[in-house]
């Protein structure tokens, strides 16, 4: 084995190990996307999603109306309302970072914020 022939292993080596960090650093991104509900301007409740925890169900019941909030892995959505329009529920599933539904007349915003813009930003380079 040559001088060279070592170098190029430690090489490959090294870049298998990089390759994995990144793997790592995907997922882990990932993992930080949150669900933010806000009451009336106010922050109600933060959840983090893409964890362990399973499918959840949150109901925000204000003095203006309730929302039933459903959560399914990484996406979001408001699932019934009891408001007129039902515009939050038309909007449907969110699924990415910064995406948000919006109830009026309740009062009520869900919100996606974190990672995944991350996500975007590595995978278009
Ligand atoms: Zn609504």
Not at 4 to 12: E, G, H, N, S
Not at 63 to 69: H, K, L, S, T, Y
Not at 77 to 95: F, N, T
């Amino acid at each position: 084995m040559t001088k060279w022939d070592k170098i190029l292993i430690i090489m490959v080596i090294c870049s298998s190990v990089l390759g994995m960090f990144y793997v790592k650093s995907i997922s882990t991104n990932k993992a930080n996307l949150y669900l933010a509900i806000e009451v009336d301007g106010k922050p109600y409740k933060t959840i983090s999603l893409g964890g362990a925890q399973a499918n959840q169900i949150i109901t925000v019941e204000t003095a203006a109306g309730r929302n039933v909030i459903e959560v399914e892995g990484n996406r979001v959505r408001i699932k019934e309302a009891d408001c007129k329009d039902q515009l939050c529920v038309k909007m449907g599933w969110l699924s990415r970072s910064n995406q948000i539904s919006v109830c009026l007349p309740n009062r009520v915003s869900v919100k996606l914020i974190g990672g995944e813009t991350n996500d975007i930003d590595i995978i278009s380079y």
